[in-house]
């Protein structure tokens, strides 16, 4: 299954990123042809959580957020945790990627705490979202319609509530990349 052949993924992760919200996006944009890099805050290596402690795990980092460019990739995804999204959405240059990927109208995918970023980057108002449950009303309070559900897709912009969504967030996420640009993104 080679869909996504000549496809390139960027997934923008920090320390503490949700292990399986990572790795199981990467797994299927590799099993479908794609080719992913990982983005992050600092060049070298970054940790993964596992439920409730460090997994143990390091991931290399192919670009910081200052090397990358939006025009590089054909879709993004922010894995959550608690840890990382945090951190991220304190970065103003990581913020100002996901602001100008969203942007770019290409699919921009965001599981668990990671949709703290689109708040952070202002995307989030008027968008059809779903998230961690304790995050809930951080979205209602930016004027996001959240909804509770395994997977939501507001035109190319794909949310999902935790690892145990990954199944459909994964299919949604190859789906997406297939359809391409949305080039109408207004707010529902």
Request: aromatic residues 6%.
């Amino acid at each position: 299954m080679n869909e996504l052949t000549g496809k390139k993924v960027a997934i923008l992760a920090a320390d503490g990123y949700e292990e399986s919200e990572l790795m199981e996006p990467k797994k299927a944009v590799e099993d479908a042809g794609g080719e992913v890099e990982i983005i992050s805050l600092e060049s070298g290596e970054i940790r993964g959580w596992q439920g409730k402690d460090w997994s143990g795990n390091t991931l290399q980092v192919d670009k910081t957020v200052d090397q990358a460019k939006v025009e590089d990739y054909h879709a993004l995804v922010i894995p959550g945790g608690q840890i990382n999204p945090d951190l991220l959405r304190a970065n103003e240059k990581a913020v100002q990627f996901v602001a100008d990927f969203f942007d770019s109208k290409k699919p921009l995918g965001a599981i668990c705490h990671a949709p703290w970023l689109l708040v952070e980057a202002g995307i989030a108002e008027g968008r059809k979202l779903t998230s961690y449950n304790s995050m809930a009303t951080d979205l209602k309070n930016a004027g996001a319609n959240w909804v509770d559900k395994e997977v939501v897709v507001d035109q190319g912009l794909i949310t999902s509530r935790n690892p145990k969504d990954l199944p459909a967030f994964c299919n949604k996420l190859v789906e997406e990349i297939l359809e391409g640009r949305h080039q109408k993104r207004e707010a529902a």
